[in-house]
């Protein structure tokens, strides 16, 4: 049997991500500061910058095909600076997005760094969006891919609006705010459903996570262009 192709991935919060990479082929290690005791798969607790550089300087970076990474910045998130401030998003925070490109850059890997629409500046070779893979949230995310890259998919239309009060106005539509709480925001058990996670119902991990069907895409488009070239 072939061996699954490993990925790093790093600030892994709850493994939105890394179940997207695992369903399209590889054997995923997590790294996060915070315990994650939900996370899927063989994870490590620390500093994800601090274990990078270690995996780097230990050559152990090398059993890695691709690395994975949505260094926080809630310093310039929409979130963080608008409705929800009054829920604790306000605060200072530290952008590290810089240093997290600057080590994925001295790793030699391929890489992604992932950010929210409205986060720190990265190139957007890659605009995700719910629609795309018809789920019940929108969940704009960027992608900046390094050392490789692919065709943009097309952006389809979205098909309403986002469930829920904004501006003092009530709306109705096919997709539910997956963050927060009141205003129409979604249940837990509706997030888990719009968003196709089923291993945890902690709903600050929920808010944080990335479908798992946007790293299914870029895992099976990488793999795919890798191929091509070993080919």
Not at 99 to 123: F, K
Not at 150 to 171: C, E
Not at 191 to 202: E, L, R, S
């Amino acid at each position: 049997m072939t061996s699954r192709p490993r990925i790093l991935d790093l600030f892994s919060c709850a493994g939105g991500a890394a179940m997207g990479y695992h369903r399209a082929g590889f054997a995923v290690d997590g790294c996060d500061i915070a315990d994650r005791p939900r996370y899927p798969f063989a994870y490590h607790r620390g500093d994800a910058l601090e274990y990078l550089a270690h995996l780097i300087t230990t050559g152990a970076i090398e059993q890695y095909v691709l690395a994975h990474a949505s260094p926080p910045c809630q310093a310039g998130c929409g979130l963080t600076v608008g409705t929800n401030q009054s829920q604790g998003w306000g605060g200072t925070h530290t952008d590290l997005v810089a240093p997290t490109r600057e080590l994925l850059d001295a790793s030699g890997l391929p890489y992604v760094i992932e950010q929210p629409n409205g986060q720190a500046v990265i190139r957007k070779d890659l605009t995700l969006c719910g629609e795309m893979f018809d789920l019940g949230v929108l969940r704009h995310r960027n992608f900046e891919l390094g050392r490789w890259n692919t065709a943009k998919p097309t952006h389809p239309r979205h098909r309403g609006y986002v469930r829920g009060h904004r501006h003092g106005i009530r709306r109705e539509g096919p997709y539910v705010a997956a963050y927060g709480k009141g205003g129409g925001k979604a249940t837990v058990p509706e997030m888990q459903t719009a968003m196709g996670i089923t291993w945890t119902d902690d709903r600050t991990e929920l808010t944080e996570a990335i479908p798992p069907a946007y790293t299914q895409w870029i895992g099976t488009a990488f793999l795919t262009a890798r191929q091509e070239v070993l080919a």
